[in-house]
């Protein structure tokens, strides 16, 4: 089987890898398809991502795959069922590491359910609750969008937001998008977005009520424009400061984005009053079932951000040279 591997910073080869090995809570997937995002994928292959494992591995945290086979423990994943978050595992000696490992033609997942229920250790399979069925009807390509969607929403949910609330996001690449269309689905009474003017037609068709250019100095008045959450969907210093005047008492500002992880800070003396400071936790199980009757009602649509572009394996140069170039939101990468 074949996969993208990166080899060294920059360096992002399809090569074979050893076949994976099942295990008795194992479900081996045929990976369909996955989203190539312009945050966390490009950051690993430019070698800046901070939790990127040790090289060579293969990266990839938004792939869909169809279920081949089964371990004889397994009792919650059947044979076509599509699957969330499933990734390469490689072998013990094979020399690789997974960063989630979504590029390649195969891949993992657990039942998770299952292990719970013969009380293995949670440390061995909480992190496999990313690993969630996708109801019939729902199409395959929209699929790995639900995985931005999930993490998005329970981003949001956990900061405290309600109908009626007044939200500013920075930055309007598929996260922020994401957060825009949670934000005005969930009734939202503003949405607004500081982000690149190209992204200004999409973000508005998602519910944005105002929008403007991310690289004005000033693009509110201070005193005029208040918000209840601001959400830094990019994570780049400085824009913490630059946005805690625009919050209102009492509101909730927050770090998403991983740009400059260790390097965001806050200065409270630019906020207008006692304030609250959403950490970056969120849960995909948590928001799995919402995300996906939102997709179901469709009111959620992967259009907006994947486009009519397709992608394969053998093309991954092309779709990140895709996303570099703000030619899609996200690159739609087809396995099968």
Known sequence: MKAAVLREPGKLVVETVPEQELGAYGVLCKILYGTLCSGTDTHIVDGIFPFTQALPTIPGHESIGQVVSVGPNVRHFSVGDLVTRVGYCPPVGSGLTATWGGFAEFGLARDHWAMAAAGINRREWDAYRVNQVIPMGIDPIDAPMIITWRETLSYLRRMGFIPGASVLIAGSGGNGLAFA??????????????????????????????????????????????????????????????????????GTIGVYGMDDLEGNSLNPRNARGAIRVAGGAYDEEETHHEVVSAVQRNELRAEPWIGSAVFTLDSMSEAFTAVRKREVVKALVAFR
Do not use: N
């Open 181 to 250: 269309a949670h934000a005005a689905r969930l009734q939202a009474a503003r949405v607004v977005m500081l982000g690149s003017p190209s992204r200004q037609p999409t973000a508005e068709a998602l519910g944005c009520t105002e929008y403007y250019d991310y690289r004005q100095d000033a693009p509110f008045a201070t005193g005029t424009a208040a918000f209840d959450f601001i959400i830094d969907a990019v994570g780049r210093q400085g824009t913490l400061d630059r946005l805690l005047p625009h919050l209102k008492p009492s």
